[in-house]
């Protein structure tokens, strides 16, 4: 049963945004204790709901590392409006504050978590990868894109995407300018839209 549905699920909700406050500010490292403080709660309460920190850990991890769930459906006619709007969701949904700190924490844990680690790519950037790469696949097969490697198109795309702006956050760099996003994405989704443009017939 998850946790968020059983009784006194409002104080599970504070625990579980504490908790993610915390590991974000602190790492694995964070305390229990300290969880309990800000939740508002008593530490046995935490204990009760999720039993250890690790399993603690997890269920903010699997809270906070979530993708971004987007439909991806064809559309004739309408793949660059398409990709663009994906674009600027996928960046604005990566580069959150919230999430840049939770990308922090996790991949400090990995090797104390490696099975959650694993599943977070599965279930986050492997299924943004193949929502998109169906999406090209399905315009390659209309011949309205080179016919390539669709998973790979996609992430490359991704790739791109999010490109150095994230990893510059990851570093403590000040985010992109909200002003120039849109601009800054139809510049990436037409680089893209020109590299795998359908070959013209020789």
Not at 108 to 122: S, T
């Amino acid at each position: 049963m998850n946790a968020s549905s059983t009784p006194g699920s409002d104080s599970v909700d504070r625990v579980l945004e504490a908790a993610s406050q915390l590991f974000c500010e602190e790492g694995f490292r964070a305390s229990i204790d300290k969880v309990a403080e800000r939740a508002g709660v008593a530490r046995q309460t935490v204990y009760n709901r999720f039993g250890s920190k690790t399993e603690l850990f997890r269920a903010v991890m699997q809270r906070v590392c979530t993708d971004l769930h987007e439909t991806l459906e064809a559309r004739d006619g309408a793949l660059r409006e398409q990709l663009v709007d994906f674009a600027l969701r996928f960046r604005a949904h990566v580069m959150s504050a919230e999430n840049i700190s939770a990308h922090r924490a996790l991949i400090a844990e990995v090797p104390r978590f490696p099975e959650l680690a694993n599943a977070l790519l599965e279930n986050g950037p492997c299924r943004t990868r193949d929502q998109l790469a169906s999406l090209l696949s399905h315009e390659m097969d209309a011949g309205r894109l080179l016919k390539a490697d669709a998973s790979e198109a996609a992430e490359f795309l991704i790739e791109v995407v999010v490109g150095f702006d994230h990893t510059r956050l990851l570093f403590g760099g000040e985010p992109p300018l909200p002003a120039q996003e849109q601009g800054k994405v139809e510049r990436i989704v037409d680089t893209f839209l020109r590299a795998y443009a359908p070959q013209a017939a020789g």
